[in-house]
């Protein structure tokens, strides 16, 4: 990783939020893909915020980074403990936050980081990252949103975005531009390069966003 990209990192992008299935999938590469993600993370000194989990690609992502000697901030409903993550599998986390509510784990996971990733997963990993850029679309945040295209795993979803735009339901597309890669390697670099073409990068959470 060259001295600009780092210098970049460091000024921009402090914490990344990853949102994934805490299932494997069908597929061994979804699981590899978040444990290399979560190397990737470490390596870079970049913190991961996720949702928790300890199984499937979540629990992936959480080892690779963990196993690399990054940090990890786990942002948890109470409800979930138990079901995606032991409660004593938390301890090996730097951060843990519990929330009540899923609106209150995604608000305070918006507010954590600098940029979104989704990797494969299922209906939950899908509203979320749609949030993400439901927001963005609205004018609400400038951070970078990335799909990680792994073995074309969100093709469906990138087709179904191009027929939205088609039939014109897509307005101020250019507030709603999400980076697609295929491999995990490339996440944090389209991240940077998209953070450092942004004029106006903050982490301000508008009232808005309150309200949804």
């Known amino acids: 990783m060259g001295a600009c990209l780092i210098t970049a990192l460091m000024n921009k992008i402090r914490a990344i939020c990853v949102y994934c299935g805490s299932s494997p999938g069908n597929d061994a590469a979804y699981v590899e893909a978040g444990e290399r993600l979560g190397s990737a993370l470490a390596a870079a000194g970049v913190r991961l915020v ?64 600098d940029a979104f990733v989704a990797l494969p997963g299922g209906i939950g990993t899908v509203e979320e990252i749609v949030e993400i850029m439901t927001w963005s679309q609205l004018g609400q945040h400038r951070k970078p949103m990335v799909f990680a295209n792994i073995n074309g795993f969100w093709d469906p979803m990138l087709g179904l975005l191009d027929h939205l735009r088609r039939a014109g339901f897509i307005h101020s597309g250019h507030l709603m531009q999400p980076i697609v890669v295929d491999r ?3 996440i944090i670099p389209a991240i940077v390069a998209a953070a450092e073409q942004t004029d106006t990068y903050g982490n301000e959470i508008p009232s808005v966003i309150d309200k949804m």
């Open 50 to 113: 996720y949702g928790g989990g300890t199984t499937g690609v979540m629990g992936a992502l959480a080892h690779g980074t963990l196993s690399a000697g990054g940090e990890i901030g786990a942002i948890i409903p109470r409800f979930l403990i138990n079901r995606e993550t032991a409660r004593a599998a938390l301890t090996k986390f730097n951060d843990v936050t519990i929330t009540e509510t899923m609106h209150e784990r995604k608000h305070k996971m918006f507010e954590s980081s």
């Open 184 to 186: 995990a390697e490339a």
